[in-house]
């Protein structure tokens, strides 16, 4: 089990500890729902240094880039990220990511710690291109201070203009006391704020200041766990749970992040997916009766018989009732579809919802 630059800290927090993607990480500290509403209504901090970083450098960077993701990423300029996926030839998702472009032939691919190895052999046996490819994992961390009063908590701890960086774009600058820091306007929670690279023997200093800098603002550290709950009410995937290996971004509606205007992995099966349709799509719904729905429980129409499955599921803390995520045959993916969903030997009714669930 590999351990973040910071778990000591979360373990003299007293934070739950829970084997993660190959990581001893916190799930909690003082209760999901506790740091759920931090995270909505103030500030929260996440170590989220378990993700994996690739540095890729030279002029064919973005041509590499281009064939293995499916959004267009010349669209980008220096201080701008995007969100795409890394399609397989078999019409599923290796994995999904969000890819910076750092000078005129270097970008940063993030991907997700469980999928590290497998991303990183993926793209390297698409790289005849003779793009150096360095996986920075190992010494990097990562921090998403998220919340409303993120920017006004950590503006003292930079000399960049925190309130200019817009969505998905983001700065090399100061912070914390540390140079060259990657601050960016991203995150997995709807609530705003910022994510922070840095190398692994700042991340402590970084941790302490963004700490002192919170503290009249109530900030707390917050687990996996609310996480998950924050990213659900917004419709977000988790790769493992809403999309995977057998999921077409087409199935999961992600085809705003696949981009027909170039050549992919897989790309003319999926042009065909989106002239043609899918027969199940990923949709979010939300219980009329009591109950939680959870991963792998079934979903069914009014006569019992099976029609999708559950994804992700919680009981939704801004929300406020049972609400989900969940593969259903097309028929039945429209908005205020009437779906039921299995939870032991009760049907419980639920609708189709646009997502997101969590409105600000």
């Given at each position: 089990m ?18 993660f ?18 995270v ?10 378990h ?11 973005l ?8 959004n ?7 201080g701008?990220?995007q ?32 999928n ?7 793209i ?7 793009v ?6 190992d ?14 908590a950590m ?26 820091v ?18 692994n023997?700042?991340?402590?200093q970084?941790?302490n200041?963004v ?9 707390k550290p ?9 990213r ?6 988790l ?12 199935e999961?509606g ?33 219980l ?11 979903i069914?129409?009014a ?5 999708g ?12 009732k ?26 419980v009714?639920?609708?189709v ?7 600000k």
């Amino acid at each position: 089990m590999k351990n973040t630059a910071l778990t000591h800290i979360h373990e003299s927090l007293g934070a739950k500890m829970v084997p993660f993607a190959g990581f001893n990480m916190p799930v909690q500290y003082e209760g999901v729902t506790a740091e759920h509403e931090t995270v909505r209504n103030g500030v929260g901090v996440f170590d989220v240094s378990h993700m994996g970083e690739f540095l890729l450098t030279g002029p064919n960077a973005l041509a590499l880039i281009q064939k293995v993701t499916s959004n267009d990423a010349s669209t980008l300029t220096i201080g701008r990220a995007q969100y795409s996926c890394l399609p397989n030839a078999e019409g599923g998702i290796v994995d999904d990511l969000i890819v910076y472009r750092m000078k005129e032939e270097q970008y940063l691919l993030v991907v997700n710690a469980s999928n590290i190895e497998k991303d990183w052999n993926w793209i390297s046996s698409h790289n005849d291109l003779g793009v150096d490819m360095k996986n920075l994992s190992d010494d990097y961390s990562l921090l998403a201070i998220q919340g409303p009063k993120a920017v006004e908590a950590m503006q003292v701890l930079t000399s960049v203009n925190l309130s200019e960086i817009k969505y998905y774009h983001f700065e090399v600058a100061d912070f914390a006391g540390i140079e060259n820091v990657i601050i960016s306007a991203t995150g997995y929670t709807g609530s705003g704020g910022f994510e922070i690279y840095c190398k692994n023997a700042e991340v402590e200093q970084i941790w302490n200041k963004v700490f002192e800098a919170g503290a009249l603002f109530g900030i707390k550290p917050i687990g996996l766990a609310a996480r998950d709950t924050l990213r659900l009410e917004m419709g977000f995937c988790l790769y493992g749970n809403d999309i995977n290996d057998s999921t077409s971004p087409m199935e999961a509606g992600l085809g705003w992040i696949t981009k027909f205007t170039k050549d992919f992995v897989n790309s003319e099966n999926l042009k065909k997916q989106k002239e043609e349709g899918v027969s199940r799509k990923l949709v979010g719904f939300e219980l009329l009766e009591r109950g939680i729905p959870r991963h792998d429980y079934e979903i069914v129409d009014a006569d019992g018989n099976y029609i999708g499955i559950v994804t992700s599921g919680t009981m939704a803390p801004s929300v406020g009732k049972g609400i989900g995520m969940g593969y259903v045959k097309t028929e039945y993916a429209a908005v205020d579809s009437e779906i039921y969903i299995q939870i032991r030997n009760n049907k419980v009714l639920a609708k189709v919802v646009k997502m997101p669930f969590y409105k600000k």
